[in-house]
């Protein structure tokens, strides 16, 4: 079973910056994308941010230029940098990895982080 431990978030002033990490274990033959998205108390889980195989990243609109996503193949870990922070980041974030398996082999997969509460104050 493919598990993910996601680690660094906290507590920040605005303006200041956290980097978050996830890492994926258990299984894997293969990972394609990887991102990160976020849940704020009574919302929708949001995309913040993608990044595909080939290192091709996508960010949500009211991140871009703030937050940096990158991934590390070696390690099967994705970061997010966020800079800039603003109080209406305030959410959980998990990361999610897509992937195939190596038993059954090559079956695809989707899996979730745990979450990690990042809380941004002004």
């Known amino acids: 079973q493919v598990q993910l431990v996601e680690s660094g978030g906290g507590l920040v002033q605005a303006g200041g910056s956290l980097r978050l990490s996830c890492a994926a274990s258990?299984?894997?033959?293969?990972?394609?994308?990887m991102g990160w998205y976020r849940q704020a108390p009574g919302q929708q889980r949001e995309l913040v941010a993608t990044?595909?195989?080939?290192?091709?990243?996508d960010y949500a609109d009211s991140v871009k230029g703030r937050f940096t996503i990158s991934r590390d193949d070696a390690k099967n870990t994705v970061y997010l940098q966020m800079n800039s922070l603003k109080p209406e980041d305030t959410a959980v974030y998990y990361c999610?990895?897509?992937?195939?398996?190596?038993?059954?082999?090559?079956?695809?997969?989707?899996?979730w982080g745990q979450g990690t509460q990042v809380t941004v104050s002004s």
């Open positions: 999610n990895v897509r992937g195939q398996k190596t038993v059954p082999f090559r079956r695809p997969f989707i899996s």
């Open positions: 258990g299984g894997i033959l293969t990972i394609n994308a």
């Open positions: 990044i595909s195989s080939g290192n091709s990243a």
